[in-house]
């Protein structure tokens, strides 16, 4: 019955949008000042054949295939859909998913949209929930409207079947924003959120899972100063849920939540009140820049229109940036501290501090210097003192260091860059002694090398090259790899015709102590290389031809040998 009444609406919808279009075929004016176009129609039709073929290890695919595929999209008056059509000798079958369909018109400052949606209103209410009904925008000048309704989420029932995801109950959303401003200076919005689970959608009594209620209002304001030198804003939801709905009523003045939610939200047992919010400021100057925020998210807080989101953390982040020398010479720092424990009714509390530089150096128009340090420290501290908990203190700090200095050499028409890199990083972690746990240290360091090579000829030839070596010591197992890549390509008849070619050789050593003492080693040599050549025969029509091929090779101790080599044809009709 539902079906039948969804269908005969849809009829409905197209048989208006014919008249309206129709009573306005002769001026023109309406249909001149929207985004609606009376049809319009797109697509491809591929066909492509591969073959794979393996050996030392089992297949990873089938050894032949033929695959075509039609891809159709449509759009009448706004409204738009799409059809697929795939065939294989592995599977077939003609697919049609509705919930392609949506409908986006636009007139002046009106936007009106149906169907699946992804709507944000604010960074912790409504940021990013698919709701499947309709949307409306109305912004003349500064002034801003806009709401949104229908389904957020289907009734999906237990199972016990494998791969079976969790049961949900049927979910209703409503959503609304007004503000005035401009988003790129200064503005004010108020937005607010509402979910609701339909109870009766899953029947039953052993259910895992308990309906949800949830309000959220978000104030939003954004201040600019001296013609956008100086920013401030702030982005604040409080949220109301209720994990139960079938736990009892209580009166509004029992919870610590307003008044003024009395009317269209009735608290529960269950129901809990939190706050998710952030403040941040900037201001830019010739050679100077700096932003600040923080952040804050109560335990515990949760809205339905932002999915999961993590809870029980502060950070205060702060980034100047200083330019210098005609703004060839930029410098910039970044500091960061984050913990949980907001309350402090947990048994430990993670904190965590990062701080960075980055310096960017254009010495010339041909030679520059990027480098970069990062420290990451995190600590993991109980809040008591016994013997238990401090088996599980624990920290653990990074250095990484990297310098690359880049050259770029221009003659007429002919380009050479060249890029090397020289990188350190190294990670401690310790973990705090107790009579029953010895104290256990780990180190891992590491060396990183690269070197890359580019030339691009006018004449549609070129060609690419990189070295890179990297060395990792740790408590258990030093490694090193080394490896070397060579490409290149050319265009033909016009650039009509490309070919690519690349080769690429890897090597890998290790060194690692078993746990009686004996020391295993093992050497990996791996070969790669591909073709790809691409055809135009007319702006849209295409051919593709592709071969790869890849071999393992055990120089010393254990492993699989094996080689493997794939190609496919490929030919694409887009209309």
């Not at 697509?43 to 591969?50: F, H, L, Q, T």
């Not at 059509?85 to 007139?107: A, F, K, P």
């Not at 912790?124 to 698919?130: C, H």
């Not at 939610?261 to 269950?270: H, K």
Request: charged letters at 20%.
């Amino acid at each position: 019955m539902v079906g039948e009444i969804k269908i005969k609406l849809f009829l409905i919808l197209i048989i208006a949008l014919c008249v309206v279009k129709g009573s306005y075929s002769q001026s023109g004016s309406f249909l001149d000042d929207t985004n609606i176009d009376t049809f319009t129609l797109g697509g491809n039709i591929s066909v492509s054949a591969s073959f794979y073929r393996v050996d030392g290890i089992e297949n990873r695919r089938a050894p032949g295939m033929i695959q075509t595929n039609a891809g159709m999209n449509f759009s009448t008056f706004g409204l738009s859909s799409g059809l697929n059509l795939n065939y294989s000798t592995d599977e077939s079958g003609l697919r049609q998913n509705m919930n392609t369909i949506s409908y986006n018109v636009s007139w002046r400052w009106i936007n009106l949209q149906a169907g699946d949606m992804n709507t944000r209103f604010s960074e912790y209410g409504l940021n990013g929930a698919t709701v499947r009904g309709g949307y409306i925008r109305l912004n003349p000048g500064d002034f801003l409207l806009e709401l949104v309704g229908g389904r957020s989420r289907r009734a999906v029932r237990p199972s016990f079947e494998t791969g079976f995801r969790e049961p949900s109950f049927e979910q209703w959303a409503y959503g609304g924003k007004i503000g005035y401003g401009n988003t790129s200076s200064s503005f004010f919005h108020l937005s607010s959120f509402y979910a609701l689970d339909n109870r009766t959608s899953i029947e039953g009594t052993n259910l895992e899972i308990t309906p949800n209620e949830n309000l959220t209002v978000t104030p939003e304001f954004q201040l600019q100063f001296f013609n956008g030198k100086a920013t401030i804003g702030s982005d604040f939801t409080a949220s109301i849920f209720t994990r139960d709905l079938n736990s009892s009523v209580v009166p509004i003045g029992q919870l610590p939540i307003p008044d003024i939610f009395g009317s269209v939200y009735s608290p529960r047992v269950s129901s809990k009140i939190n706050y998710a919010g952030n403040v941040n400021a900037s201001f830019v100057l010739d050679m100077l820049s700096m932003s600040m925020d923080y952040e804050r998210i109560q335990p515990g807080y949760r809205s339905l229109g932002s999915g999961r989101t993590r809870d029980d953390q502060e950070k205060i982040g702060l980034s100047p940036t200083i330019r210098l020398l005609d703004n060839r010479l930029s410098i910039g720092t970044s500091y960061s501290f984050s913990k949980d424990n907001l309350l402090g009714n947990r048994v430990q509390t993670q904190r965590n501090t990062n701080a960075g530089t980055n310096i960017q150096y254009s010495i010339s128009e041909f030679i520059s210097i990027n480098t970069n340090y990062n420290l990451l420290y995190n600590s993991i501290k109980p809040e008591e003192t016994s013997e238990e908990l401090t088996a599980t203190s624990q920290t653990q700090i990074s250095h990484n260091v990297m310098l690359q200095p880049v050259f770029t050499i221009r003659r007429d028409q002919t380009t050479h860059n060249i890029s090397v890199s020289v990188g350190y990083m190294s990670i401690e972690s310790k973990f705090e002694a107790s009579d029953n746990f010895p104290q256990e240290n780990m180190l891992s360091e590491s060396i990183t090398s690269g070197l890359n090579y580019s030339l691009n000829l006018p004449t549609g030839l070129s060609f690419n090259s990189s070295a890179n070596y990297l060395t990792n010591q740790s408590n258990e197992m030093d490694m090193n790899n080394f490896g070397l890549n060579f490409g290149g390509s050319y265009s033909f008849f016009d650039r009509k015709l490309s070919l690519n070619a690349n080769v690429g050789v890897n090597r890998n050593n290790r060194k690692r102590e078993s746990t009686g003492g004996e020391l295993i080693s093992s050497r990996v040599q791996q070969v790669t290389g591909s073709v790809n050549s691409s055809y135009s025969l007319t702006d849209k029509d295409t051919f593709n031809l592709t071969l790869r091929t890849r071999g393992n090779s055990i120089m010393e101790g254990e492993g699989r040998e094996f080689s493997e080599l794939e190609g496919s044809f490929r030919y694409q009709r887009r209309f």
